[in-house]
């Protein structure tokens, strides 16, 4: 063999080894696995006495009553979730009442095929369900005309802020909503 053909082997081998290696990274890869049934099972031995700490340390977007904790891993998911890219963000939720932590809550958001899917772990229905828009919309809301937003997942991209707050005072219901709440901002 000459020398050009060895070295171009241990360049191959070298980078192989590399891409190969395990990291932390991997351990807190999120993938949208269903089970037979198609029911997500990402929630699946999530542990539950992790502290604000444990779950920035995994990569995780954390809010604990109105405080964001990680906001820069949203904002890297909202950058990535486009075209042909595909990403996931973890989203841990706890609350504050009468001095007890209650939670955690996970949700776990998927950019996949140019599609959005969405699943709550406190919720029973865990069926994929793909949304072509994540849309952030915001305005003024209650009679103190406060500034709010809210972020949400839906197949149309007319839908306005208003639109979506009359839907949660509006005495009628609706057998499908046209859209999935993510979180109030």
């Not at 369900?129 to 809210?150: A, W």
Request: hydrophobic share 30%; net charge negative.
């Amino acid at each position: 063999m000459n020398k050009i053909t060895q070295i171009f082997l241990v360049i191959t081998c070298i980078t192989g080894l590399l891409t190969s290696c395990y990291t932390k990274d991997d351990e807190n890869k999120l993938e949208l696995v269903l089970d037979d049934e198609g029911n997500y099972t990402g929630f699946s031995n999530l542990p539950t006495d992790d502290t604000v700490e444990d779950y920035k340390e995994k990569g995780y977007f954390v809010k604990q009553d109105s405080e964001v904790i990680n906001q820069e891993v949203w904002d890297q998911f909202i950058e990535t979730a486009t075209g042909e890219n595909e990403t996931a963000i973890r989203m841990v939720r706890l609350f504050t009442e009468e001095g007890t932590t209650k939670g955690p809550y996970y949700q776990d958001l998927f950019y996949k095929d140019k599609h959005y899917y969405f699943f709550d772990s406190s919720s029973e229905y865990l069926k994929e369900e793909p949304f072509k828009y994540l849309l952030t919309l915001e305005g003024q809301f209650g009679n103190s005309k406060k500034d709010s937003g809210v972020i949400i997942l839906t197949d149309d991209n007319t839908l306005t802020y208003e639109d979506v707050m009359n839907s949660f005072l509006s005495s009628v219901m609706l057998d499908t909503s046209p859209f999935q709440l993510i979180m109030f901002q």
